[in-house]
């Protein structure tokens, strides 16, 4: 839930740039210990909205539009980007692939700019999932995202709205994520002096929802805070591997080689083997 609410404020705003009046996030960080709100928290740990933010927020962006569901690409640099392919993909909850396009696209410098429209499309599981991914002109890819959406639309009571909040009258379901098998990954860890770069698979039939990645000190078994996670709370597809680095400082870690630990939604918990 906080991953998905940061990262849609964020994405609102990128992509209505120079026609929104602005957006504000409240907050940072905790000045004790709770559970919402903060994109880090009093122990200096990033939650799910730390990582939408981010996930958000870079340079070079491919999006969905939840109103229209437009794709998007907000490029921040001031610079143009010639050539990008974008790609987008609609998933059943089985992974049963429903739909597919890719198109060529320029983005203009600091702008947003609009590819394609998803349309409808008939058969979708009560909750299905959109992937996005940008590639360059070379080929590399530059950024991806992933949406789990559900077929029951939710509504707002705009009547009822007020300045700072608008109830909803009805919620979409999401309820099917709760009957994602349990799955086991594959992850290998390789650690430098003050890094760990994990590398994931996931050999199943089954998407690897929310997986999460926790890196801890090899002395006591606390968690090795603060850390900069490149992803976190992301989605593995099917055959998909990704290599994801954290960094951190050498003092943090104590002695020993630190570990990583696994889990995620439907991930089953398990330490990552050291190369």
């Keep these: 839930m906080e991953y998905e609410g940061h990262r849609a404020m964020f994405e609102a705003f990128g992509r209505n740039k120079y026609t929104a009046t602005g957006v504000i996030q409240w907050m940072l960080n905790n000045a004790w210990p709770g559970l919402i709100w903060h994109l880090y928290d009093w122990y200096l740990r990033p939650g799910g909205s730390y990582?939408?933010?981010?996930?958000?927020?870079?340079?070079?962006?491919v999006q969905y539009s939840y109103d229209d569901r437009s794709i998007v690409?907000?490029?921040?640099?001031?610079?143009k980007f010639a050539g990008l392919r974008v790609?987008?993909?609609v998933y059943n909850l089985d992974m049963e692939e429903k739909f597919s396009k890719a198109a060529t696209v320029d983005a203009g410098e600091d702008s947003s700019t609009r590819v394609f429209e998803l349309p409808d499309i008939g058969g979708l599981s009560s909750t299905y999932f959109v992937h996005l991914t940008l590639e360059d002109a070379s080929g590399k890819n530059v950024s991806r995202n992933f949406y789990w959406l559900s077929t029951k639309p939710e509504t707002l009571e705009w009547d009822k709205s007020t300045w700072y909040h608008t109830p909803t009258k009805t919620f979409a379901d999401f309820s099917a994520l709760n009957s994602l098998p349990a799955i086991e990954l594959q992850a290998s860890a390789k650690t430098a002096p003050q890094s760990t770069a994990v590398t994931l698979s996931n050999p199943t039939k089954t998407i690897a929802f929310a997986v999460?990645?926790?890196v801890k000190k090899a002395s006591d078994g606390e968690e090795i805070l603060p850390v900069l996670w490149e992803d976190n709370y992301f989605a593995l597809l099917p055959g998909e591997s990704r290599?994801?680095?954290?960094?951190?400082q050498a003092r943090?870690?104590?002695r020993g080689t630190p570990t990583v630990e696994v889990d995620g939604w439907n991930?089953?918990?398990?330490?990552?083997?050291?190369d």
């Excluded at 290599?243 to 951190?248: D, F, G, S, V």
């Design 51 to 61: 990582f939408g933010a981010k996930k958000a927020n870079e340079p070079l962006h």
């Design 243 to 248: 290599q994801i680095t954290a960094t951190y």
């Design 267 to 274: 991930v089953k918990f398990f330490p990552a083997r050291e």
């Design 252 to 254: 943090d870690a104590g």
């Design 212 to 214: 999460h990645l926790k």
């Design 87 to 89: 790609t987008a993909k």
């Design 73 to 79: 690409v907000v490029n921040s640099f001031y610079k």
